[in-house]
C-alpha cells in the first residue's frame, strides 16, 4: 500500500515538473515572439553602426522659435520647447553634420539635436535642455555613431538598442528555455531509471 503511494506521488510529481518545464519553455517562446516583432526591426532599422569620435563646433538653442514636439502632427499632448541644435565635426569624413541624441529623435523632430519627453513643466524642460547644451560646450570631443553608407550624413549620439543591449534581451529567455529543457530531461532520466529498476 505504501509503495502505490509513493509511486502515485512520484507520477504527480513527474507531471508538474513536465508541465513546468513545457510552460517555461512556451513563455520563453513567447517573449522571443515580442522581442522580434518590437526591438529586433529598430535594431535592423539602424543604419548608425560604426563609432567614431566627433568634435562639437556649435550648440544653439532657438528660444525664439521653439519647435513642437510632433511636427506636423495635430497631437494635443504636443508642446513647444527650446530647439536644441548641436554641430559637430565628424573624424572619419570632416564634414560638418548634425547630431542628434538617438535615431528617434531624428524620426520625431529633425530640427533638433534632442527632443524631451512630454511634460507640462515647460521650465524643467528648459533648464534640462541648457544643462545639456553646457555640457555639450563643457566637453568638446565625444564618442558617436554614424552611417558607413552615407544613406545618412548627420550623427547620433547614442543608439537605442546597441548589440550589447540586444544580447542581454535575448540573455533571458534563452537561459528560461534552457532550464525548462533541463527539467524535462532530468525528469525523462528519473522515469527511464524507474522503470529499469522496476524492471531488474
Do not use: H
Amino acid at each position: 500500500m505504501l509503495g502505490k503511494k509513493l509511486v502515485t506521488a512520484q507520477k504527480r510529481g513527474e507531471t508538474r515538473a513536465l508541465c513546468l518545464g513545457l510552460g517555461m519553455m512556451a513563455c520563453s517562446m513567447v517573449t522571443y515572439f515580442f522581442i522580434g516583432i518590437t526591438i529586433v526591426p529598430f535594431y535592423t532599422k539602424s543604419v548608425w553602426t560604426t563609432e567614431t569620435v566627433c568634435k562639437v563646433l556649435k550648440v544653439n538653442i532657438q528660444d525664439k522659435v521653439p519647435c513642437s514636439n510632433s511636427e506636423g502632427s495635430e497631437d494635443e499632448d504636443a508642446f513647444p520647447y527650446p530647439c536644441l541644435q548641436v554641430w559637430v565635426n565628424l573624424t572619419a569624413s570632416g564634414q560638418e553634420v548634425m547630431l542628434y541624441q538617438t535615431e528617434d529623435t531624428l524620426e520625431r523632430n529633425s530640427k533638433c539635436s534632442y527632443v524631451p519627453g512630454k511634460s507640462e513643466n515647460s521650465k524643467e524642460v528648459k533648464a534640462r535642455i541648457e544643462t545639456i547644451a553646457s555640457n555639450f560646450k563643457k566637453y568638446q570631443t565625444l564618442p558617436c555613431y554614424y552611417d558607413p553608407g552615407g544613406m545618412q550624413t548627420n550623427v547620433i549620439l547614442s543608439r537605442l538598442y546597441p548589440p550589447k543591449s540586444l544580447l542581454f534581451a535575448f540573455l533571458w529567455p534563452t537561459l528560461m528555455f534552457t532550464g525548462g529543457c533541463l527539467i524535462i530531461v532530468l525528469v525523462k532520466i528519473s522515469q527511464y531509471v524507474s522503470v529499469l529498476s522496476a524492471w531488474q
